[in-house]
């Protein structure tokens, strides 16, 4: 006959908080330090080029070159008729901070003069940049490269890029790329109002810069070094799963009086447990009380053989209907334009100085 084990209460207790303690990474105390302001001012970047050697090694199908502080970049070489020879780096490494020069030079095996190839473009994967902790950019690099050709650039390929550097810390950008500069090693729209990605590794307390007035899609994705965000007064809007995967973040200092647009989805859970700290007096446009309305009831079309009489009075009260959900939406928006703030628990009204 076989014997069974059973386990108390209080065993079972503390087996499933050892299982919970596992789960819920140690979280920091919340930070004190003051609040503080960054200028919108791009970073004023110029590129301090490495020399790059001449001999070159297979890495599979692709070549690496070695420079001479100590980097290496491993590129796809293409041949374009419009474009010319231009590289596509698909993997990097060798030093914690990366130059992406303009070019990549080879000499040719048959004439023995030089080769040039203008590098366009970043097509990493896993794995193609450990290490690394700090990029910066060319501003001729012009796109991104997905199944033989080259794309536009755009705030997703950048994203995509920078969330393929898991040891980042700086990414920087040299003056006069086409729609995008860098403030403070994160990368902004040039327009200076939009903040497209923040590297993964940046530590302690982020603060965005002053005249941002939206967080777009996966900025803050997997930052689980950052304790804390502090989004200043001109934002108006945190798009989707923009602040998600943060697992030390325990503080969001939110500037705007008026709550910036939300989704429900702009915070992850980890993002909902931090203290969030709101101007005094805001409460009422961050938390709103929901209106106490029902939602207006379309009318029912008449069929094809009704009257004139019949169908005057649908169109009179379709039109009463429009009318109606028109001003039930303009009283709900204010209810929900900040649903991302809803599942907050912690929230302290305070002074920002």
Known sequence: MKKFAFLSLSALMMLAASCSDKDEPVRPPVPTEPVITVPSVADQVTLDLPEQSYDYEIDGNNYRFNYSNGQYLTFTMEDDVELGRYAIICKMGGASDIVIPPTVKAIGAESGKEIVWEIRGLDLYDGGAEGVKK????????????????????????????????????????????????????????????????????????????????????????????????????????????????????????????????????????????ELRIPAGSKPSYFPEKPELEIPVAPIEPPEDSSWEEYDEYLRQLAAYNDAMEEYNKVMSVYTRPIGFRNFKNVVETTFE
């Open 135 to 274: 990029v910066t950019l060319s501003k001729s690099v012009i796109g991104g490269y997905n199944k033989g050709v080259l794309g536009a650039l755009n705030a997703d390929w950048l994203r995509t890029q920078i969330g393929l550097m898991p040891d980042l810390e700086n990414f920087e950008i040299e003056n006069g790329l086409p729609g995008f500069c860098s403030i403070n090693g994160a990368v902004y729209t040039s327009d200076l109002k939009s903040l497209v990605a923040v590297p993964r590794m940046k530590s302690g307390v982020f603060t965005i810069a002053e005249n941002t007035t939206t967080v777009q899609t996966h900025a803050f994705h997997y930052c689980n070094k950052l304790t804390g965000i502090t989004f200043p007064a001109a934002i108006k809007e945190i798009a989707d799963e923009a602040v998600i995967y943060n697992d030390m973040l325990v503080l969001l200092n939110m500037e705007p009086a008026e709550a910036p647009l939300t989704s429900a989805t702009s915070f992850g859970r980890m993002a909902q447990t931090a």
